[in-house]
């Protein structure tokens, strides 16, 4: 692989993604058959979403995951989705070792599971589910300057061919999300303030504006409507400083669900701009299937 992977950061909004995939699970359809495309398909994913979060970073290093149903209220149907996808112990030793490099402690527990903001992620980027999954759960309390570090130490994974995956939501305020119920309509308008934040977060990105990011909560428009609580936020922080300060975050895909829940995702890293020329160009993709047997 000559050119490192990009690390991603996709949202993964409602569970319903999983049933509704609206726009953004059209766009993952193409993303996970760009990244094979461009790159060959990952070794193995490390995967940081703001569902799997520990009062210190943890790694879990089973030799095999299930999708976790870590919500209610939803439409049913949701338990019946399966992800079965083979774990990654041995990478966990590497991160270990990346990390203590970095003064990072980790623990490593061999138990698995996948909570959905990833599963409902990996569905759409790689239905398959054949390519080994490390979930690490990252400290919800540290700044987003902290969670770049934490994805600096983890940036020579990338030419190694693992993808280090972030998870969670552009913007993320349940209040209004939900303010029409669980089964809102998709379709609705966007309110200003989530537009307004997702242009700050792409214009600040795009100009590397670092000081800028890391004190989003003070200086981005709406920070804490739209983020009443960092964690759906925090995981593009790993992905970002896996990536490194000196290449441009791309966004590769902006759009909204239910009127406030911003859909946006990134790649950042040296191998951004060519996954972007590749999803331009446009990959043949197949459609995901409603339930994966175990």
């Known amino acids: 692989m000559n ?11 409602s569970p319903m993604i999983a049933l509704e995939p609206g726009a953004a699970g059209a766009f993952m359809q193409r993303l996970g058959p760009a990244i094979a495309a461009t ?3 990952p070794k193995a994913i490390l995967a940081v979403s703001a569902h799997t979060a520990a009062r210190a970073p943890v790694l879990l290093a089973a030799d095999r995951h299930e999708a976790v149903y870590d919500f ?12 079965d996808a083979v774990g990654a112990p041995a990478l966990a030793d590497r991160v270990e070792a990346l990390l203590g490099g970095h003064a990072i402690a980790v623990h490593k527990l061999p ?3 996948l909570d959905h903001g990833i599963w409902t992620a990996l569905r759409y980027l790689f239905p398959e589910a054949d390519i080994p999954v490390l979930p690490l759960a990252f400290v919800p309390s540290q700044s987003p300057a902290e969670q770049f570090a934490l994805g600096e130490a983890l940036a020579p994974l990338a030419a190694e061919g693992v993808l280090i995956l972030g998870t969670g939501s552009i913007t993320h305020n ?12 998709g379709d609705q308008p ?3 303030e989530s537009a307004a934040f997702r242009g700050w977060m792409r214009d600040r990105s795009a100009a590397r504006d670092w000081e800028a990011l890391f004190a989003y909560r003070q200086r981005a428009p709406h920070a804490v409507d739209m983020h009443p609580t960092d964690e759906h936020l925090l995981p593009w922080y790993v992905a970002a400083g896996a990536g490194g300060r000196d290449t441009v975050p791309l966004r590769l895909h902006d759009s909204v669900t239910l009127g406030s829940l911003g859909m946006d995702a990134y790649a950042f890293g040296s191998g951004a701009a060519a996954l972007a020329a590749t999803l331009e160009r446009g990959t043949e993709v197949e459609p995901v299937r409603e339930s994966q047997p175990a």
């Not at 050119?3 to 909004?13: A, C, D, K, Q, Y």
């Open 190 to 192: 966007e309110i200003p």
């Open 111 to 113: 138990q698995g599971g």
């Open 3 to 13: 050119t490192p992977l990009p690390s991603i950061f996709v949202s993964h909004g």
């Open 39 to 41: 790159f060959g398909r």
């Open 174 to 185: 349940l209040r209004r999300v939900f303010a029409g119920g669980l089964r809102g309509k």
């Open 72 to 83: 209610g209220g939803f439409d049913p149907k949701l338990s019946t989705l399966r992800y």
